[in-house]
């Protein structure tokens, strides 16, 4: 079925260290998936993007990499932040593109970040 | 402008109140979304607009009503909620095509940060 999970709930890196936050799907018919951010109190903010015809994607400080024979995603943050605190979410096309371009996206369950000083 | 704006950004009612939520974009989006979030949980898609038109509904209560008055605008109505319908309500939207901000061709979802819905 349609599912997107994530391996760990919450995730605490020391201030400088890189970060690893891992994603977990389902649909093998999925072709796109995004990372959001959320912080408190606010709306998902979109970090990046990757399509399904692609390994691997580049960002500013953040790199997502798709696996699809084991049907994982995994989002990596260079030099963590304070300002990098929030929940990540990982979120996947469920279906094509439909009905005039609106999609359908399916969010897993969310993953708490928290950078110690 | 580049953001999705929604009021109010708090709103509190009873069982027997009508009220509705407001959603705002003008990036030229032509496809929009309701998104309803509980505590410590990930969005769950309500409704999906697309130009206009509603094309999705996941078989959200009746007590939820969108309406799409324009292109740039999204309505959420509500009618006699319940206090399990408090929730943090987000709304997106994204761009029917073409290359979004991030260079990806496929259609990246906006959000707006949220109306947090108490019903008491």
């Known amino acids: 079925g349609e599912s997107v999970g994530l391996h760990l709930p919450t995730l605490s890196v020391q201030e400088g260290d890189n970060s690893i936050i891992n994603c977990a799907y389902s649909n093998s018919a999925s072709d796109y998936f995004i990372w959001y951010k959320q912080e408190s109190g606010k709306g998902p903010q979109f970090i990046i993007d990757?399509?399904?015809?692609?390994d691997k994607r580049q960002g500013q400080r953040v790199t997502v990499l798709l696996n699809k024979t084991v049907k994982h995603l995994s989002l990596q943050i260079a030099a963590t932040q304070p300002g990098d605190s929030a929940v990540y979410f990982c979120a996947e096309n469920a279906e094509s593109p439909v009905i005039q371009g609106a999609q359908k996206l399916v969010f897993g369950q969310g993953t708490r970040l928290t950078i110690n000083p | 402008d580049t953001e999705v704006t929604q009021t109010p950004k708090h709103l509190v009612m009873g069982m027997t109140n009508k009220k509705s939520l407001k959603c705002e974009q003008h990036m030229g989006h032509r496809a929009m979304y309701w998104y309803k979030q509980k505590a410590k949980k990930p969005p769950e898609l309500m409704f999906v607009?697309?130009?206009?038109?509603?094309?999705i509904n996941e078989s959200v209560p009746s007590r939820f009503s969108p309406e799409c008055p324009n292109s740039s605008l999204l309505n959420l109505h509500l009618h006699a909620l319940q206090p399990e319908d408090s929730a943090l309500y987000l709304c997106?939207?994204?761009?029917?095509?073409?290359?979004?901000?991030?260079?990806?061709?496929?259609?990246?979802?906006?959000f707006g940060p949220g109306t947090r819905l108490t019903v008491l």
């Open positions: 607009y697309s130009y206009e038109k509603l094309s």
């Open positions: 990757i399509r399904s015809n692609m």
């Open positions: 997106a939207s994204s761009p029917r095509g073409g290359t979004g901000p991030s260079g990806s061709s496929y259609n990246e979802q906006f």
